[in-house]
């Protein structure tokens, strides 16, 4: 059975050729144009687009922008870079909203759309839906051949990127220390402007698929068992970290100065570590991630706001309360001083800086904050097995604090399990932490009997 494109609050993404076609995605541009046009009637709209290094993403770039053009809406067309790039640009040309072809870190075959405010954030779910009502509908604004949009293009994303990175930094203690550096970009959209970074901070890059080629040279989700060779490189040239990108390089996952993978989850909690030792105020974090953070702000007198998982909801939680750090465990930072996206630059600078600072290595400074144990599965499954997964675990682990907020968290004791669908992709993840290896090992057991009984 064929693979269905999905449509959610988090855009659009499906398989290229099979469900994902010129024709889709150019009422999807149709149908964000009709959007803009009805916030801002009055004026002619420009919208920033961006794509990631994939083979297709020139063919859906060209549909989307021509969706556009049809409405009226003058296009920036930015090239390939990552998608802080574009919400950045977004802010920094004034236009009414951005566009980023990605399917993050899907396999070569997919690709999608995702959609970005003048304020360079996903439009919350009323929004989102409003968006995909129109597309559903058709209901587009086209106007005559003398009004309709033009296309221009701006290479400036990785300069401007990376300098508004830098000011929030002391590049020159970083420079002093010589950092060598492992950078794997899986030959994706976030090669370029991550080594012009590192480099502009001192450090001896070590380029790793940094080619934006879109040809991926392993699995692009950066976990453990994907970058054994970004592991076995940071070994091989005695380099003092190693940094993962995924394809449009909103995500970060960290490898130590011994070839140790640390993961995704410490990203956020070293940025999270470097920002509330210059300050105390308030964080946020969805469902999903680790309880690091709420250690680390604990510790400085702060504390944790949670959310729904999704970046959107993570940037509307900060914005709302003012929060100095944020993000989600998938590898996603995000300072508001840059921007309101999910952003590799930034989680590299920040750890970059609370090395220098301390003088400590990465492996040493994670060692020190974590001590919990976590464990993340994927399975394929519908709403519906995912729900009556969610029921099941609900009456075997009838004891846990219950949030329902998105999908089902089970806060017990000795730690949490969370269950929920995807918004882009037709799986269901199950992530459990605890303080113990045997305690996630019994919970797994659980886990995996309910889901046996459902699936």
């Known amino acids: ?45 420009t919208v920033a687009v961006g794509r ?29 870079c990552s998608t802080p790039g574009v919400g950045i640009m977004v802010r920094h040309l004034h236009c009414d909203g951005g566009v980023i072809i990605t399917a993050s870190h899907n396999p070569i075959p997919w690709n999608g759309i995702k959609l970005l405010l003048d304020n360079g954030i996903a439009p919350p779910r009323s929004m989102a839906e409003d968006i995909i009502g129109r597309y559903h509908q058709r209901a587009f604004f086209l106007t005559d051949s003398l009004h309709c949009g033009k296309i221009t293009c701006n290479g400036q994303t990785p300069r401007v990127h990376t300098e508004k990175v830098m000011a929030v930094i002391n590049p020159a203690l970083i420079a002093e220390k010589q950092y060598k550096v492992v950078l794997d970009s899986v030959n994706g959209a976030g090669g370029v402007a991550g080594r012009y970074l590192l480099e ?9 698929n940094i080619e934006p080629t879109g040809l991926f040279a392993h699995t692009p989700e950066p976990t453990a068992e994907n970058l054994t060779d970004l592991c076995g490189q940071v070994k091989q040239h ?61 510790a400085a007198g702060g504390s944790v706001i949670r959310t729904a998982v999704g970046e959107a909801n993570v940037a509307e939680a900060m914005l709302q309360h003012h929060c100095i750090i944020g993000g989600e465990g998938n590898g996603g930072v995000i300072d508001l001083r840059i ?3 999910r952003d590799s630059l930034v989680a ?5 800086q609370l090395m220098a600072e301390t003088s400590k290595p990465v492996g040493k400074l994670a060692d ?3 001590n919990y144990v976590m464990v993340k599965t994927k399975y394929p499954a519908d709403k519906q097995q995912a729900q009556a997964m969610i029921e099941k675990a609900k009456t075997v682990f009838a004891e846990a604090r219950m949030d329902t907020t998105d999908g089902c968290r089970l806060d017990l004791p000795d730690g ?18 605890a303080k113990d290896p045997d305690t996630v090992r019994r919970w797994t057991e659980q886990i995996e009997t309910i889901r046996k009984e459902v699936l």
């Open 416 to 433: 949490w399990i969370h269950i929920r669908t995807s918004n882009t992709e037709p799986i269901m993840r199950i992530i459990m932490e």
């Open 1 to 45: 059975m064929s693979q269905e494109l999905i449509i959610s609050i988090s855009g659009m993404r499906g398989i290229v050729g099979e469900n994902l076609t010129p024709e889709i995605a150019a009422a999807y541009g149709c149908a964000f144009g009709a959007f803009l046009r009805e916030r801002k009637p009055d004026k002619k709209l």
């Open 368 to 370: 020190e904050i974590g």
């Open 238 to 298: 005695k380099a003092h970290i190693g940094f993962a990108q995924d394809p449009d390089a909103d995500r970060l996952a960290i490898v130590d100065e011994q070839g140790r993978y640390i993961g995704e989850e410490y990203s956020l909690a070293l940025a999270a570590r470097y920002v509330f030792s210059k300050q105390s105020g308030t964080a946020a974090a969805n469902l999903s991630t680790s309880r690091m953070i709420d250690d680390i702000a604990a």
């Open 200 to 208: 502009k901070l001192g450090c001896e890059v070590i380029p790793l």
């Open 339 to 341: 921007g309101p996206v």
């Open 348 to 352: 590299m600078a920040l750890v970059l």
């Open 52 to 80: 990631d290094s994939r083979p297709s993403g020139q063919m859906v770039f060209s549909a989307v922008a021509a969706g556009l053009a049809a409405g009226g809406v003058n296009v920036v067309d930015l090239g390939i």
